[in-house]
């Protein structure tokens, strides 16, 4: 079992929708959550960090935390085409031995159609 | 505000040949890492440094080496270029290690025939 798993997708929306894009993780004291938006040649760019359960909003975005059922995921409002990209989920695990290096999933990657 | 920057950008290599990749930050963080990402593979970690003076080995370290020159540089060497370090590059610092955010360079997109 992969430490931290993304659907890759595609996910496809129309401009306009919801997009829900989801992350599971496997080791239950993660602590730090971040998701990142990395378009097509491009380095990653933070997004968003989540440190504890529930919702976290930031304009379109909203991070939502589950450590019970160990998810983390991003809800993007009013998908614009310009959010057409490859989003990457990071955890920091922070069990021993691990606590300095964030687990990355392989990115779910999202379309939105005009 | 620059943040993070890398240099090459692009690179060509023949096999057995040698490159250092440079990283620079103007944030003041104290961690920076090295990671390449190859397609389906995902970001990988190569090696990190923790604070000033630190280095430590990622996921996949074999056939590199780093070096914490300051706080601000980190630089990432290939002493002996393979085709299987065909890669594109990412240098990331954050605050801290692990907790806090990462923020990324550029990246280098690099080939080795």
């Known amino acids: 079992q992969k430490e931290v798993e993304q659907n890759s997708g595609p996910l496809s929306v129309p401009e306009g929708a919801i997009a829900s894009l989801n992350c599971t993780y496997s080791?239950?004291?993660?602590?730090?959550f971040f998701w990142y938006r990395q378009y097509s040649g491009k380095s990653p760019e933070l997004i968003m960090s989540?440190?504890s359960n529930g919702d976290k909003e930031d304009g379109r975005f909203t991070a939502q935390l589950n450590k019970a059922s160990q998810y983390v995921s991003l809800l993007i409002r009013d998908s614009q085409p310009s959010d057409s990209a490859t989003y990457l989920c990071?955890?920091?695990?922070?069990?021993?031995?691990?606590?300095?290096?964030?687990?990355w999933g392989l990115g779910t990657s999202l379309a939105v159609n005009p | 505000n620059a943040g993070v920057t890398q240099t090459p950008k692009f690179q060509v290599l023949k096999t057995g040949q040698s490159m250092t990749l440079q990283c620079a930050q103007d944030?003041?963080?104290?961690?920076m890492y090295w990671y390449r990402q190859d397609p389906g593979m995902g970001l990988r970690l190569i090696y990190y440094?923790?604070?000033?003076?630190?280095?430590d080995k990622g996921e996949v370290p074999n056939g590199y080496n780093v070096s914490r020159l300051n706080k601000r540089e980190f630089s990432l060497r290939l002493e002996s270029a393979a085709p299987s370090q065909t890669s594109v590059y990412f240098c990331?610092?954050?605050?801290?290690?692990?907790?806090?955010?990462?923020?990324f360079g550029q990246g280098t997109r690099l080939t080795v025939v």
């Open positions: 990331a610092s954050s605050e801290v290690t692990g907790n806090t955010e990462a923020f």
């Open positions: 944030m003041n963080h104290n961690s």
């Open positions: 440094s923790a604070s000033e003076g630190t280095t």
């Open positions: 080791d239950r004291v993660s602590q730090s």
């Open positions: 989540i440190y």
């Open positions: 990071a955890v920091n695990p922070r069990n021993a031995g691990n606590n300095r290096k964030l687990i």
